[in-house]
């Protein structure tokens, strides 16, 4: 039933309860209760905080939300502190490309619809709220564990500690999150389940060889749970594991045996009651299907594999819970590691011994802070040796390898199969006509998985805000025209849009980049493609007469670092690639053109059956030029400086005959789109797809013609054909399973009788 409890839930559209709705995009005053800080730099600084005032029209519109505050000043404000001003409120920014990180719906499972951004100079301290004793019993609590951890620990140990006990990542270095994701133990660096489990054990233990009653230790642990998640703010994993752990122990106070799954089963019911949207969080599906893994994986793992291993017990549950969630991790993260393993059996051990000795030293140090002090410099050298055996198995031991984000069918198949493995010895006994039944479904998951994926070419419009950037996939074969970028603030398109978009799509190998001209929205991001040591570029191809250029000069450095050839292109050049797909690379005549736009590199894309055309930010000048000299027809164009008004003109969009107009283009105060272009294009019957408003855009070939497909952000982010498969599937399995149970049933009868 929970393969069906999870479908339900994929059809609910996420809401926003917020009453912030009617006044987001809007500069109004306001005023915030800051709460934790969330990271801060010498430009700006971000904390969790609280809506409680707006001021709209001269009226005062009390509130209660919470919200990301930023402020453009680097100072630490204390928890409680009210700030007043002028700010720009904004909803969170959603992805527009498919499988790319979603910041809104990060922040809306955390009951947060809005970012009030402080403008410079405004968001003055006006005092401070009155707290809770509760709130002061928190607040205090983190600052003395804060306090105490900074001032007996290396800064590097102190994060990872942080990370673990309060659940604050926001200073463990990035190189440190990476190592441990990509050795498959990165839940050891934030508040996990197993954490919980640890504690418990650890005060079930104390509470033992002290001789009190079980029924009072399973009181006292459950308070001292509760509080611990209260002061941490209850995460979903926190959550999960106190419940759960609280249903096992009640069991054995009442003498009843637990059902594990039934259990797992109503704790994720009743905590997306709580919060519908949890069941977004990549981390509560992790938790749950990691959990679900080893209850119904563990037992079959010891019967076939180590059965006659002495040590196999400790082996099966880890191996049980990395083929669990082996889909999902590639499905969110592109990677799998294959010593995770190994890294799970040397380093949680180590860390969950030194987790308990961490927590008896706190609470000691409640009493003699000096032999606290003393015994923090043992935790503080293993923690030391500890980074270095994460160094150590990370450099040399582990391997990892990158695969393309699994669709839903993937997963299911692969579930399937699990299911399959699990249940090996009760299907053997099924009858003939239902085994067949069952072999049919699979087959026709398979077949559905390759109509699903199959395609000749596509053209992928990348939205990366106010740029340009295309992916081209022709077979085996990957080009890029234009990598997009920006100038404004520290946002990285590369690294946040533009690698995470290929990794998706399991390419880190491109056989050629075309850059039309290098303006920063067009070329910026190849920097970042040049500097990651996971992608690969074979070939880069751009305009000649850009070498005074500082972006050109760093594009030239890296590619010859990097070992990437370079082809500069003097007027008309052709690739061909197969034999049906062919580029054609065009170049101005002018040789010194006073419109850096006008030394766009115009690029067509010619398939079996299509012609598809990039126009860069070619100007009106350009255009002309571009047709005196070509006379082909295009079905689709991607329109030059972005729906500005100097481009696309008249003579030029007659003369190429498009049937679609693609505008790659962002938030902008220049005004593109400009409206007269859009109605040029409308009096023409010409259809009109923008990033700005469909996000992500891809065209496939479809037969003989092709097809555009427009993301347009979904709040579910699964397509209708992933949903019904998903009830597909559970339907089988459940059939299945029923069927297995009215055969014992009916065995036991015969027994009986």
């Known amino acids: 039933m929970i393969v069906f409890n999870c479908a339900g839930l994929l059809l609910y559209q996420s809401f926003s309860s917020s009453e912030i ?77 498919p499988g790319i990180f979603n910041y809104a719906r990060y922040l809306n499972t955390k009951n947060i619809y809005s970012i009030v951004e402080f403008k410079e100079g405004e968001g003055q301290s006006i005092g401070r709220v009155h707290l809770s004793r509760l709130e002061k019993i928190k607040i205090d609590t983190k600052k003395y564990l804060n306090t105490f951890l900074n001032n007996t620990l290396k800064e590097r140990n102190a994060s990872i500690l942080k990370g673990i006990i309060l659940g604050e990542d926001s200073s463990i270095e990035k190189d440190d999150i990476t190592k441990y994701r990509e050795l498959g133990i990165a839940h050891i660096l934030a508040i996990s389940g197993l954490h919980i489990g640890i504690i418990t054990g650890f005060l079930l233990f104390l509470l033992k060889l002290i001789n009190v009653d079980y029924k009072y230790s399973v009181l006292i642990t459950l308070i001292f749970v509760g509080i611990y998640g209260y002061i941490v703010d209850y995460p979903p994993s926190i959550l999960r594991a106190s419940i759960i752990i609280g249903f096992l122990m009640i069991s054995r106070v009442i003498y009843r045996r637990p059902d594990y799954i039934n259990i797992l089963s109503f704790v994720a019911l009743l905590l997306l009651i709580y919060q519908p949207l949890w069941i977004f969080d990549v981390g509560f599906q992790l938790s749950f299907i990691c959990t679900f893994s080893i209850i119904v994986l563990t037992p079959r793992i010891n019967d076939t594999i180590f059965a ?64 606290a002090q003393i015994l923090m410099i043992i935790v503080d050298n293993i923690l030391t040796s500890f980074a270095h055996i994460v ?195 065009y170049t101005s005549r002018q040789k010194d053109n006073d419109e850096e736009n006008n030394n766009t590199m115009i690029i067509s894309f010619k398939s079996d059956e299509n012609n598809i055309l990039f126009m860069g930010d070619s100007e009106k000048e350009l255009e002309k030029e571009y047709i005196k000299l070509n006379n082909e027809k295009f079905d689709i164009v991607k329109l030059g400086h972005h729906g500005s008004n100097t481009s696309t003109a008249e003579e030029f969009i007659t003369h190429i005959s498009p049937k679609v107009a693609i505008i790659s283009v962002g938030n902008n105060r220049y005004g593109h789109p400009h409206q007269e272009v859009l109605n040029r294009l409308r009096s023409k019957n010409i259809r009109i797809y923008r990033t700005d408003m469909e996000g992500h855009i891809s065209i496939k070939d479809e037969f003989d013609s092709f097809k555009v497909y427009a993301y347009r952000e979904r709040h579910i982010g699964y397509s209708l054909y992933d949903i019904v498969f998903i009830i597909i599937f559970g339907i089988l399995i459940y059939m299945n399973n029923l069927y297995l149970r009215l055969m014992k049933h009916t065995k036991e009868r015969i027994y009986d009788i």
């Open 391 to 585: 160094d150590l198995i990370h450099n040399y031991l582990n391997i990892v390898i990158y695969l393309p984000s699994l669709s839903i069918l993937d997963i299911l198949i692969y579930y399937f199969l699990v299911y399959i493995f699990v249940n090996m010895k009760e299907l053997k006994k099924i009858r003939y006509r239902y085994k067949l039944v069952f072999f049919i479904s699979f087959i026709f998951l398979v077949l559905c998985q390759i109509k699903y994926n199959s395609t000749k070419w596509a053209v992928n419009f990348i939205d990366v805000g106010q740029g340009d950037s295309s992916l081209i996939q022709i077979k085996d074969k990957t080009f890029l025209i234009d990598t997009g970028g920006t100038t404004f603030g520290d946002y990285d398109i590369g690294e946040n849009i533009l690698i995470p978009y290929l990794f998706k799509k399991g390419i880190n190998k491109i056989d050629g980049v075309f850059i039309s001209h290098f303006h920063e929205d067009h070329t910026e991001g190849l920097i970042s493609l040049l500097k990651s040591p996971n992608i690969k570029i074979d070939n880069i191809y751009f305009n000649s007469r850009n070498e005074k250029n500082h972006l050109y000069k760093e594009v030239k450095y890296l590619a010859k670092k990097k070992s990437v050839k370079i082809h500069p292109i003097n007027l008309m050049s052709k690739l061909k690639i197969y034999e049906d797909y062919e580029f054609k690379l």
């Open 308 to 371: 006659d291993i002495r040590f196999g017990k400790f082996i099966a549950p880890i191996l049980a819970a990395q083929i669990g969630i082996g889909p999902v991790l590639i499905y969110y993260f592109n990677y799998i590691t294959l010593t995770s393993l190994i890294a799970n059996l040397i380093l949680i051990p180590i860390l969950s011994s030194l987790l308990i000795f961490v927590i008896f030293v706190i609470g000691l140090s409640v009493i003699s802070i000096n032999i």
């Open 21 to 97: 709705t009617d006044y987001l995009d809007e500069e109004l005053e306001v005023e915030v209760i800051i709460k934790e800080k969330i990271r801060t730099n010498e430009y700006y600084s971000v904390y969790n905080g609280k809506i409680i005032k707006v001021y709209n029209d001269n009226k005062l519109i009390p509130l209660a939300e919470k919200t990301i505050v930023n402020l453009k000043i680097d100072q630490d404000l204390v928890y409680g502190t009210v700030i007043k001003g002028q700010a720009q409120m904004t909803s969170p920014k959603s992805n527009t490309n």
